[in-house]
């Protein structure tokens, strides 16, 4: 089975890691603030933009009297998305304004909650962990033919084990399963998931709700092809994902620190090799056999006579 899969120009799998800068609803309603938030995710370095859209009519079910609130934690969560989302022609005006980023790649995810749609402007779909055992939507999002990126949060590992059978039906090739630390997981999900995750299926990445950036780097040394984080113009704002966000200079911090640790993860084996800089250090550091007094001609060299001692431009020392 292969190991890549295409988004929009960006070989997904590859030796660089797919940095996504989830916006999701950090733009707060606002289009304003979601480009700029496009351009912060772009200057610091993101290979892509997400945003969420959703069919609340479709992703919640309605109660006898017509109203799609159960109880009051979903109705909370309905006036909240009621407050920030952004419509479909503001979401579509929101990839062209990413187009317009013509100085790095930009690529726009959509993220599929309830109904999938077929339009060019999305040109790969996010299936988050609650529809990890939806057999229906996976189904659905992978009939559009577009590449599929699926969390693996709040899940069991059979669970995982049943998904990745039910997506090797349909199309294996573009699909990405990410390992997902939320919100209050704690210590107990680490980044050795991946490794597991790796294990299940070939391409896995990471996405984080934690404060600060070693584990989401950590997880890169450890096999992540995709990383995923909330990116803010500020984590004092108003929202349900700023305080799980990061600011833009730390989105920086992040990025560097990922591209830092893609260069040393290459291995060209089948042995050690020292590279150029190395090599001109060990003919200074190394060391050489060298007389530690005075020899007469004739004299048998014994080890009393001799002493090991820099640079290396002398007799080498052997096995």
């Known amino acids: 089975m292969p190991n890549t899969f ?29 480009k ?3 351009d912060a995710a772009m200057d610091a370095g993101a290979d892509c933009v997400k945003f969420q859209l959703r069919n609340r009519e479709a992703l919640y079910r309605s109660r006898a009297n017509g109203s799609i609130t159960e109880d009051l934690g979903v109705e909370y969560i309905q006036d909240l998305l009621i ?17 317009t980023r013509s100085d790095v790649p930009v690529h726009a995810v959509g993220r599929a909650e309830c109904r999938c749609s077929g339009d060019p402007w999305r040109p790969a779909l996010k299936i988050a962990s609650a529809d990890l055992c939806n057999p229906y939507l ?40 990410l390992q997902q630390r939320l919100p209050g997981a704690g210590d107990r999900h680490t980044t050795r998931l991946s490794a597991r995750l790796a294990e299940l299926h070939p391409i896995v990445g990471y996405s984080g709700h934690e404060r600060g950036m070693a584990i989401s780097i950590a997880a890169v040394a450890l096999g992540a092809k995709i990383v ?92």
């Open 6 to 34: 295409d988004i929009d120009g960006f070989t997904v799998g590859g030796e660089r890691v797919f940095v996504i800068a989830e916006i999701g609803n950090n733009h707060n309603g606002s289009v304003d603030l979601a």
């Open 36 to 38: 700029k938030l496009v």
């Open 83 to 99: 407050k920030i989302e952004l419509t479909l022609a503001q979401h579509r005006s929101l990839r062209e304004y990413c187009r």
């Open 138 to 177: 996976i189904r659905k999002a992978a009939s559009l033919g577009k590449p599929l990126i699926l969390s693996t949060g709040m899940s069991f590992e059979h669970e995982i084990i049943r998904a990745v059978a039910h997506w090797r039906v349909g199309d294996p090739i573009r699909i990405a399963a």
């Open 228 to 319: 995923e984080r909330h990116i803010t113009l500020d984590r004092s704002m108003e929202g349900p994902d700023h305080l799980a966000s990061l600011e833009p200079e730390e989105f920086r911090a992040l990025v560097d620190g990922i591209r830092q640790v893609e260069k040393a993860l290459p291995w060209t084996g089948p042995g050690r090799h020292a590279s150029q800089g190395e090599l001109l250090n060990r003919e200074n550091l190394a060391k050489s056999v060298i007389a530690d007094r005075d020899i007469a001609i004739g004299e048998t060299f014994v080890e009393a006579s001799l002493r090991v001692a820099s640079p290396g431009q002398g007799l080498p020392l052997t096995d």
